[in-house]
């Protein structure tokens, strides 16, 4: 996980039918990008956390008007997404630290 770029979700545009759950991560030194396994849900304008050497996908859009309370975590040793705890109330546009 060190040393890498990842990218997750999002969308092409902003109209109603375009978030993704896609996932990707680089390696600056191997000059490509690789495809990761999708997340569980779209999500757009929501945070992402490293802990404990997994990433974690907290809130965010799933449509222009639906925030999520979801939290997604993903694992690098399997390449896989599981929800976790979600969040006490929806939320999308937030910051997070760890």
């Given at each position: ?51 404990e050497e997994r990433l ?43």
């Amino acid at each position: 996980m060190v040393g890498k770029l990842y990218v997750f979700g999002g969308c092409y545009d902003y109209y109603k039918d375009d978030v993704m759950k896609s996932a990707y991560s680089d390696d600056p030194g191997q000059d490509s990008w690789k495809r990761l396994a999708d997340m569980q849900e779209f999500r757009s304008n929501f945070s992402v956390v490293v802990h404990e050497e997994r990433l974690y996908a907290i809130g965010g859009d799933e449509e222009i008007s639906t925030n999520l309370d979801s939290v997604e975590m993903y694992n690098p040793d399997t390449d896989s997404w599981s929800f976790v705890q979600p969040l006490d109330q929806a939320l999308s546009g937030h910051a997070v630290t760890s």
